[in-house]
């Protein structure tokens, strides 16, 4: 692998994002963590840190092209040059269509594939000139379709297919991409969703856990291990996937 190994993770200050980091570092990556808030990051890079690995928090708005490319520029500087990029940072605004604003659809575009696409393009520079690259784009099952998700399951079913499009173009230069498609995963997302309906959390997540085959629900965790395979040298023959980690089949 080329070195230094750096990873940028985004929406890395908490949950799915924040399980991602610290797994990377433990595999060795320095990892620029980058969230909203910049202070927001930092708990996580000093979780980091205290368990021996190099990691800085930044601050970025991933749908604003100026900021993201001077998120990189800091991350290649402070770091070294990326080739591990995982596209995480994700907002919901759930509503029924007939509720939906379009500032509802915009947010959530602007996020998963405006961030995605800006993120991944401002990486890639560095990943063909070292012939070697590594990107994982987190999409979700709700990509099959969800009851009030339509801007949420139309992002990630977009994501889908941005994936499978880099794989294709950026496959040459060494570089995979793969996506991963998450069940239900306990974060403070899914907390709120539970709150949003009315729901406590714990019957929220035993309801989930009584329809999902191996009779749980996922954390955060669960998905850092599958970046984790797909980050990894020896799956360079693994690309344009995606992968549901949802405690069964979906799709």
């Given at each position: 692998?080329?070195?230094p190994n750096?990873?940028?993770v985004?929406?890395a200050?908490?949950g799915?994002g924040?399980?991602?980091a610290?797994?990377?570092?433990a595999d060795?990556f320095?990892?620029?963590?980058i969230?909203?808030d910049e202070?927001a990051g930092?708990?996580v890079?000093a ?12 601050g970025?708005d991933?749908a604003d092209?100026t900021?993201v ?5 800091r ?9 591990v990029?995982v596209?995480n940072?994700g907002?919901l605004?759930d509503?029924?269509?007939f509720r939906?604003t379009?500032d509802?659809?915009d ?6 594939l405006r961030g ?8 890639q520079k560095?990943?063909t000139a070292?012939?070697f690259?590594?990107i994982?784009n987190?999409s ?16 990630k079913?977009g994501?889908?297919g941005?994936?499978?499009t880099?794989?294709?173009?950026l496959g040459k230069f ?8 998450p069940?239900?995963i306990e974060?403070?997302?899914?907390a709120?969703?539970a709150?949003?309906v009315g729901?406590?959390?714990e019957d929220?997540?035993a309801?989930a ?12 965790d669960?998905i850092?291990h599958a970046?984790?395979f797909?980050v990894?040298?020896g799956?360079?023959?693994v ?12 799709a």
């Open positions: 692998m080329s070195t750096t990873a940028i985004t929406g200050a908490r799915i924040a399980a991602v610290r797994r990377l570092a060795g320095a990892v620029a963590v969230d909203l202070a930092k708990p890079v979780e980091i840190e205290a368990a021996g690995g190099r990691a800085i928090a930044i970025a991933v092209e900021a490319e001077a998120a990189v520029e991350a290649t500087a402070e770091l070294g040059a990326p080739t990029l596209n940072a907002v605004r509503n029924l269509l939906m379009a509802d659809w947010t959530v575009m602007n996020v998963h995605s696409f800006l993120m991944t393009r401002a990486v560095h990943m070292g012939g690259g590594r994982v987190l979700s099952t709700s990509a099959l379709g969800n009851r009030g998700q339509a801007n949420y399951a139309a992002a079913a994501l889908q941005f994936t499978k880099l794989a294709f173009e060494g570089i995979t991409a793969n996506a991963i498609a069940g239900f974060t403070e997302m899914t709120a969703t709150a949003r729901v406590s959390f929220f997540k309801g856990a009584a329809e999902i085959p191996v009779a749980r629900t996922g954390v955060p669960d850092a970046v984790s797909f990894s040298e799956a360079g023959f690309s344009g996937q995606v992968l549901y980690v949802a405690g069964g089949p979906k």
